[in-house]
């Protein structure tokens, strides 16, 4: 036991000098940088050179150093215009993409497909339902819901998965899993 707290102590005294020694260090360094400002105190009076201008930032002739962004929206030179990198607060388009669910996303189809869609859902004598829904609602999962014909399903294969659901003025793209509205189609 005694031999434990002698190592304790041995530990201790050495922690101590390692401390002593670090801040003898750290003063003798301070009174060096206080003798070199002492010495040559004309040396702070005197014009610096300029920096150095990095290579990708030397000036040339006719061409300007201007900012990349402009308002949130990126504007150099060849920069894509119009994307959906711009801010919602600088782009009407894109604040109405952001407050759009994902789920309400237009669906990949040409309007060639939509109309195939449309003409082939509303012919005949099915019945259509009065119930009032839109992209990303869910829809009471007893409704019968139609599906795409084979043909049209394997040439269609984004929407081949779906169910649709006939109303009077337009088909509703129904995800049948959970019962949600991912699409609609117009005539």
């Not at 206080?34 to 061409?63: C, H, I, W, Y």
């Amino acid at each position: 036991m005694q031999r434990f707290h002698h190592g304790v102590i041995a530990v201790a005294l050495l922690a101590a000098t390692s401390v002593a020694f670090a801040q003898q260090e750290k003063t003798q360094q301070n009174s060096a940088d206080e003798a070199l400002t002492r010495s040559a105190p004309e040396a702070k009076d005197q014009p610096q050179a300029p920096p150095a201008v990095r290579q990708n930032e030397a000036s040339q002739p006719g061409l300007e150093n201007t900012d990349p962004l402009a308002g949130g929206k990126l504007v150099a030179p060849g920069a894509p215009q119009g994307t959906q990198d711009e801010p919602a607060k600088s782009s009407a388009k894109n604040d109405k993409l952001d407050k759009t669910p994902i789920m309400a996303y237009p669906l990949a189809l040409t309007d060639e497909q939509k109309r195939a869609i449309y003409q082939r859902l509303t012919q005949g004598a099915a019945s259509a339902s009065a119930i009032t829904a839109k992209p990303s609602e869910q829809v009471p999962a007893t409704l019968a819901l139609q599906e795409l014909p084979p043909e049209m399903a394997a040439s269609m294969p984004s929407v081949a998965d779906y169910k649709f659901l006939r109303l009077n003025d337009r088909i509703l793209v129904v995800n049948p899993r959970e019962s949600i509205v991912v699409g609609e189609i117009t005539n």
